[in-house]
C-alpha cells in the first residue's frame, strides 16, 4: 500500500528552535573558531613574547617542500571552511525562504558591485591604519596575511580564501543571524551590537586591535545590511578587502619598510 509523501511544513520556527538552530549553526562553524581564537589569544599573552613579537597568520602552507599536497589541503580546507553556508542556505529553504532573503543573489549586480567596491575602499583604508596604530602599540600580533610558498597557484589560492571569508562571515553574520534575530524580535541595535562583538571574537587570535577592528566593521556590516537588506554588498566588499590584503602582502613583502 502506497502512502503520499507529506509535504514539507515550510514555517518560520518557534522562538525556542529560532535559538537553537542559532547555536548549533555558530558551534559548527565561527562560534568554534571564536572558540579556538580566545585560547590562542590566551596562548599569545602568556608567551614569554610580546604580542607584537608574534606572527597570527592567515593563510598558512599546510605541507612545507611539497606544493601539490599543499594545494590540495589549501583547496580542502577551503571547501570545508564555507560548508556551514550550504548549512544556512537549507536552513532557510526549511523555513520558507532562501538566500535571496538576506540579499545573496545576483538581482542587482551592478549596484551591489559598486556598494562593494566602495565600502571596500573606505573599510580597506582606515582598517591598514588601525592596525599599523595598534601594531606599534603593541596590543596586536604581527599579522601576516599569507605565508604560501612561491608556486604558481599561490595567487589564486589567496583569492579563493578572501572569497571564502567574504562568503562565509557575511553570509552568517551580517545576513543569517541580523535576520535571525530579528524573526526573535529582537531590536535592530541589539542585533547589531551581537553581530558585531561575534564577529570580533573570531579574530581574537590577532589580539585585541583584531577585536576591536572587527567589531568596528561589524557594526557598519551590520548597519547596512539593515538599511539595504542585502548581504551581497558586504561579501563583495569583504572579498576584496581580503584580496587586497593577502595579495598585497606576497607582492609587498620585503619591498616596503612600514609593513610589519
Same mark, same amino acid.
Given at each position: 500500500?502506497?502512502?503520499?509523501?507529506?509535504?514539507?511544513?515550510?514555517?518560520?520556527?518557534?522562538?525556542?528552535?529560532?535559538?537553537?538552530?542559532?547555536?548549533?549553526?555558530?558551534?559548527?562553524?565561527?562560534?568554534?573558531?571564536?572558540?579556538?581564537?580566545?585560547?590562542?589569544?590566551?596562548?599569545?599573552?602568556?608567551?614569554?613574547?610580546?604580542?607584537?613579537?608574534?606572527?597570527?597568520?592567515?593563510?598558512?602552507?599546510?605541507?612545507?617542500?611539497?606544493?601539490?599536497?599543499?594545494?590540495?589541503?589549501?583547496?580542502?580546507?577551503?571547501?570545508?571552511?564555507?560548508?556551514?553556508?550550504?548549512?544556512?542556505?537549507?536552513?532557510?529553504?526549511?523555513?520558507?525562504?532562501?538566500?535571496?532573503?538576506?540579499?545573496?543573489?545576483?538581482?542587482?549586480?551592478?549596484?551591489?558591485?559598486?556598494?562593494?567596491?566602495?565600502?571596500?575602499?573606505?573599510?580597506?583604508?582606515?582598517?591598514?591604519?588601525?592596525?599599523?596604530? !595598534?601594531?606599534?602599540?603593541?596590543?596586536?600580533?604581527?599579522?601576516?596575511?599569507?605565508?604560501?610558498?612561491?608556486?604558481?597557484?599561490?595567487?589564486?589560492?589567496?583569492?579563493?580564501?578572501?572569497?571564502?571569508?567574504?562568503?562565509?562571515?557575511?553570509?552568517?553574520?551580517?545576513?543569517?543571524?541580523?535576520?535571525?534575530?530579528?524573526?526573535?524580535?529582537?531590536?535592530?541595535?541589539?542585533?547589531?551590537?551581537?553581530?558585531?562583538?561575534?564577529?570580533?571574537?573570531?579574530?581574537?587570535?590577532?589580539?585585541?586591535?583584531?577585536?576591536?577592528?572587527?567589531? !568596528?566593521?561589524?557594526?557598519?556590516?551590520?548597519?547596512?545590511?539593515?538599511?539595504?537588506?542585502?548581504?551581497?554588498?558586504?561579501?563583495?566588499?569583504?572579498?576584496?578587502?581580503?584580496?587586497?590584503?593577502?595579495?598585497?602582502?606576497?607582492?609587498?613583502?620585503?619591498? !616596503?619598510?612600514?609593513?610589519?
Amino acid at each position: 500500500m502506497h502512502t503520499q509523501p507529506r509535504e514539507l511544513d515550510m514555517t518560520v520556527p518557534g522562538p525556542r528552535l529560532l535559538r537553537a538552530e542559532i547555536l548549533v549553526v555558530f558551534s559548527v562553524s565561527l562560534g568554534a573558531s571564536a572558540l579556538y581564537a580566545l585560547v590562542r589569544l590566551i596562548g599569545a599573552l602568556t608567551a614569554p613574547r610580546s604580542l607584537q613579537g608574534q606572527q597570527a597568520v592567515l593563510v598558512p602552507s599546510r605541507a612545507p617542500d611539497r606544493p601539490w599536497l599543499d594545494l590540495a589541503l589549501q583547496l580542502t580546507d577551503i571547501a570545508v571552511s564555507v560548508a556551514p553556508v550550504a548549512l544556512v542556505a537549507y536552513l532557510l529553504v526549511r523555513s520558507g525562504e532562501s538566500l535571496r532573503t538576506i540579499g545573496v543573489d545576483g538581482r542587482e549586480p551592478g549596484r551591489d558591485l559598486l556598494r562593494g567596491a566602495g565600502l571596500a575602499a573606505l573599510i580597506g583604508g582606515t582598517g591598514l591604519a588601525f592596525y599599523l596604530a !595598534v601594531w606599534a602599540a603593541g596590543v596586536n600580533l604581527t599579522v601576516v596575511p599569507g605565508a604560501l610558498p612561491d608556486v604558481w597557484w599561490r595567487i589564486p589560492v589567496l583569492l579563493l580564501a578572501a572569497a571564502q571569508n567574504g562568503v562565509l562571515e557575511e553570509v552568517l553574520v551580517a545576513g543569517y543571524l541580523l535576520h535571525r534575530l530579528g524573526q526573535l524580535g529582537w531590536s535592530p541595535w541589539r542585533s547589531l551590537v551581537v553581530s558585531s562583538l561575534v564577529r570580533g571574537s573570531y579574530h581574537l587570535y590577532q589580539g585585541f586591535g583584531g577585536f576591536v577592528g572587527n567589531v !568596528v566593521m561589524g557594526l557598519v556590516f551590520g548597519w547596512l545590511y539593515h538599511r539595504w537588506r542585502r548581504a551581497m554588498p558586504l561579501v563583495i566588499a569583504h572579498t576584496l578587502i581580503d584580496a587586497v590584503a593577502f595579495v598585497g602582502y606576497a607582492l609587498l613583502r620585503g619591498k !616596503v619598510s612600514w609593513l610589519p
